[in-house]
């Protein structure tokens, strides 16, 4: 199974409202990576939290990572229709020098 | 995709032909990287390389070779031995010094097999 995997595998909201997605991996990690796809495009980078960080912000984002629980969590606040995406995890994990995805949230901001 | 160029955007043919995946990147960076996007499965690593003239298998190698003779440019042949080739291809590239760095990723290639 894939190392990251995010839940749920997809979110509708109204726009205004605030979007969470969650990430849990199975092993060590260097860091810990956001990424968002727009339709037919390729990936943008959003957010890198390493290991020995808890929490990190970024304009509207907020992500957290709890290594105990192997887990991640991106919050974006104050969603617009724009927010209108796919969003993967990705870690660097310690044993391998690659970054191995999830599979993905699509997320709908309903205007 | 701000320095990463992926040609052709979309690319057909025919079942038993091999294909050339054309990457080429003008960012300066070290690591570029192959990945394989299905429908509901996420990326797929095929191959990557870390510096000029060496390259290592990811998790999917099989059916697909490369190259890196410059360091700008990073060709994928998606040989006629690769079983279901149809699907998005993207190229990306990753900064001196890999760790905690972020990918960067080219728009992509979709390619048709048919």
């Known amino acids: 199974s894939q190392q990251g995997e995010e839940d749920p595998q997809a979110l509708s909201i109204q726009e205004g409202e605030n979007a969470t997605m969650n990430c849990s991996y199975k092993?060590?990690?260097?860091?810990l990576q956001w990424y968002r796809q727009n339709s037919g495009r390729g990936l943008v980078h959003l957010i890198l939290?390493?290991?020995?960080?808890r929490e990190k912000h970024s304009g509207r984002l907020r992500v957290t990572l709890d290594t105990s629980k192997k887990s991640s969590s991106l919050l974006i606040t104050a969603s617009r229709a724009a927010d209108t995406a796919s969003y993967f995890c990705?870690?660097?994990?310690?044993?391998?020098?690659?970054?191995?995805f999830g599979k993905g949230i699509t997320l709908s901001v309903r205007p | 995709d701000g320095g990463i160029t992926q040609s052709p955007k979309y690319l057909f043919r025919k079942e038993g032909q091999n294909v050339t995946l054309s990457c080429e990147q003008n960012?300066?960076?070290?690591?570029m990287y192959w990945y394989r996007q299905d429908p509901g499965q996420g990326l797929r690593l095929i191959y990557y390389s870390q510096i000029v003239n060496d390259f290592q298998k990811g998790d999917i190698a099989e059916g697909y070779s490369v190259s890196r003779e410059k360091k700008e440019s990073f060709p994928l042949t998606v040989t006629s031995a690769q079983k279901n080739p149809t699907a998005f291809y993207l190229c990306a590239t990753q900064g001196m010094g890999s760790y905690n760095s972020p990918l960067h990723f080219g728009n992509g290639t979709r390619l048709t097999v048919t």
């Open positions: 960012l300066n960076h070290d690591a």
């Open positions: 092993t060590s990690i260097n860091n």
């Open positions: 939290i390493r290991s020995n960080e």
């Open positions: 990705a870690t660097d994990q310690r044993a391998f020098r690659k970054l191995t």
